[in-house]
């Protein structure tokens, strides 16, 4: 087979973030590729998209689902939207939330943030604050909880490589068999000796037991850290923004198809991919050239659609990463603020539900005046007795559970529904990184497809981190450009990214 021939096309206008400028294909060459192929139209995919219309280069994107934002999606119900899972907008990457600004213009809203954490009776603020953790706990509890700390400093130089290591080594075991250990293993599934220590690493963050002990006994001055306390949402549910995305790519001349599953990825076996398979919702099949692909579906089904197949070990490293699930109960509730908060983590073990999300408290325009919709998640796998559960059977596990703690009164609920989320987390459990390093390596070996993005990298982003991973591979593939994409999203790195970010938008995105 022939490769399509490259050709290097305008760049997009240097107007404003959505001012796009129209595909130009003119040569029979250019006709029979579609450019480049984009693998899921989440936040990740929409993005590379953008860039891609931005540059007024040719391309589409396919979508398996019925709808754009991947699992930031807004799922409408009877008059409600609601979120899966809760996505806030908040990014210290400041031209990421310029983007977010000018794609949404007024329908982004600031909202006040309130989260805690339900333990034992008792709502404590989340994130964490050590002192008042300290002070719930009591005298005894928290003198308990020092001297296991102490003895884990003392135990320093051993190994990190789980999560329970790397929790016991900061904060002692009694804090972590406390406040770590049920809800962990409630999310994952799995204990936490089982997941990798990169994962507590990336997502906790700000809390220091031994300051606040200091702080209390009065022999070190607080320093104040600014909590966040604000969040941007749009007015109709996270979704919102990412159905606005297809709009602006579309006006851009990238079509965005819906109910369009890439089943095989086809190169020529030297390194470059030369065309997709398409079926659309179950029908034949539909063989599509390409210029490159940037995919930001499951790095290991990306992988395992190959024709010609993977080796062996790359197979087996494709079949290695697990994914945790996660099943959804909307509650339609009578009543407009059953509580206050946006959200709560549910640190209770005899609670099945992991967290519940208050989509009232988001944006009033989600739910119907004097009612609300609340959104109890579960974290499980595919098969689990919650994902086959009816959502009738759902509904009431759901009442049960906020009934329980004292969140709802059930005779408040009106309505509900079950929604279902495959792969909704990537695990880091052990054995997960020798196999992504095997994927990495393998399909870094080709020049003209990219991965980014949550499934696309395997890795815990949130929506800026995806949006920013699927920039920077987006410029690799179109100027064999060097980021390295596998690096973003490293505490360290934060604020040195976010101005790599606006020297790249103004350079190499604007022109």
């Not at 973030?17 to 029979?32: C, H, I, N």
């Not at 928290?142 to 789980?162: D, I, N, Q, V």
């Not at 919102?240 to 599953?261: C, D, K, T, Y």
């Not at 009442?399 to 969140?407: F, N, S």
Request: charged share 25%.
């Amino acid at each position: 087979m022939d490769r399509p021939l490259r050709r290097e096309l305008p760049r997009g206008s240097a107007g404003t973030w959505t001012t796009l400028r129209p595909v130009r294909r003119g040569t029979e060459d250019e006709a029979r590729s579609i450019g480049t192929a984009v693998l899921g139209a989440g936040p990740a995919g929409l993005t590379a998209a953008w860039v891609l219309a931005r540059r007024g280069r040719p391309g589409e994107v396919f979508e398996a689902d019925g709808v754009v934002g991947g699992i930031a999606k807004t799922v409408e119900f009877k008059g409600y939207r609601f979120d899966l899972g809760g996505h806030r907008f908040f990014t210290k990457l400041k031209p990421i939330e310029r983007i977010w600004e000018e794609v949404m213009g007024d329908e982004l809203l600031t909202r006040p943030r309130l989260s805690r954490i339900y333990y034992q009776g008792k709502f404590l603020s989340y994130p964490l604050q050590a002192k008042e953790v300290i002070r719930r706990l009591g005298l005894v509890e928290s003198t308990l909880c020092a001297l296991s700390y102490f003895w884990s400093r003392l135990r320093r130089g051993k190994s990190e490589e789980t999560f329970e290591d790397w929790v016991v080594t900061r904060f002692g075991r009694r804090l972590y068999n406390a406040f770590f250990r049920s809800y962990t293993e409630k999310v994952w599934g799995i204990p936490g000796r089982q997941i990798q220590s990169e994962w507590a690493a990336q997502r906790i963050k700000n809390f220091s037991f031994a300051r606040a002990m200091l702080a209390i006994l009065g022999l070190r001055r607080t320093n104040v850290t600014t909590l966040i306390e604000e969040f941007r949402c749009p007015r109709l549910g996270p979704g919102q923004m990412w159905e606005r995305f297809r709009e602006i790519v579309e006006a851009g001349g990238i079509p965005v198809r819906l109910n369009h599953r890439v089943v095989a990825v086809r190169h020529d076996g030297a390194g470059h991919v030369e065309s997709v398979v398409v079926r659309r919702n179950g029908g034949p099949e539909e063989e599509v050239q390409v210029e490159s692909v940037l995919s930001s579906i499951p790095l290991g089904e990306l992988a395992l659609s190959l024709d010609p197949p993977p080796p062996p070990a790359v197979a087996a490293a494709a079949q290695r990463l697990r994914y945790r699930e996660l099943c959804l109960v909307a509650l339609v509730i009578g009543e407009d603020e059953p509580f206050p908060d946006n959200w709560i983590y549910l640190h209770d073990p005899e609670t099945r539900a992991g967290r519940v999300q208050n989509f009232g408290a988001w944006s009033e325009a989600m739910v119907v005046p004097g009612t609300t919709c609340l959104g109890v998640e579960y974290f499980c796998f595919e098969g689990d007795d919650i994902w086959e559960m009816s959502d009738e059977e759902a509904v009431e596990l759901a009442k049960g559970d906020l009934a329980r703690i004292g969140l709802i009164d059930p005779a408040t609920v009106l309505d509900g529904v079950k929604v279902r989320v495959l792969r909704a987390y990537p695990m880091y459990d052990i054995g997960y990184r020798p196999a992504l390093e095997t994927l990495r390596d393998y399909v870094s070996s080709f020049d003209n497809l990219a991965t980014f993005g949550r499934n696309g990298l395997h890795r815990y982003n949130n929506q800026d981190h995806s949006m920013w991973t699927a920039i920077l591979a987006t410029l690799n593939v179109l100027d064999g450009a060097g980021h390295d994409v596998w690096s973003v999203n490293t505490e360290e790195e934060y604020l040195e990214e976010g101005e790599t970010v606006d020297r790249l938008m103004d350079v190499e995105l604007v022109g």
